[in-house]
C-alpha cells in the first residue's frame, strides 16, 4: 500500500488561483509517471493531467489547458497543480495516482 497525499484543496472564487500538491514518500516517487484526476459530485472521475517521471512530458484534459499546469519535485517526492483562472466547473474531489495507486483526495470548490 502506498501512501499518496493531496493537499491544497479549499474554497475559492471564479478567477482565483490555486495549488495542490500530492506528497508520496515513497523511494520509487521519482521513476513513475504521476496523474491528476477529478470527480466531481454524481460524476465519473476524468483525467485532468499527467507528467512523466523526468518532467518532460505532459498533458492535460481540454477543460484545463491553458490554466492548470503539472509539475514535481523528485528531490521532495511531490507533485504539484497550479490551476489559475479556476470555474465553477472545477469544483471536485482532486486526487493523485502513481503506479495504479491512489490518494484520498483533496476537495476544490469554486464558488462566488
Known amino acids: 500500500q502506498a501512501d499518496l497525499v493531496e493537499s491544497g484543496g479549499g474554497l475559492v472564487q471564479p478567477g482565483d488561483s490555486l495549488r495542490l500538491s500530492c506528497a508520496w514518500f515513497?523511494?520509487?516517487?521519482?521513476?513513475?509517471?504521476m496523474s491528476w484526476y477529478r470527480q466531481a459530485p454524481g460524476s465519473q472521475r476524468e483525467f485532468v493531467a499527467d507528467i512523466s517521471f523526468d518532467s518532460v512530458t505532459t498533458s492535460y484534459a481540454d477543460s484545463v489547458k491553458g490554466r492548470f499546469t503539472v509539475s514535481r519535485d523528485n528531490a521532495k517526492s511531490t507533485m504539484y497543480l497550479q490551476m489559475h483562472n479556476v470555474k465553477p466547473e472545477d469544483t471536485a474531489v482532486y486526487y493523485c495516482s502513481g503506479n495504479q495507486f491512489w490518494g484520498q483526495g483533496t476537495q476544490v470548490t469554486v464558488s462566488s
Open positions: 515513497s523511494q520509487v516517487f521519482s521513476v513513475f509517471p
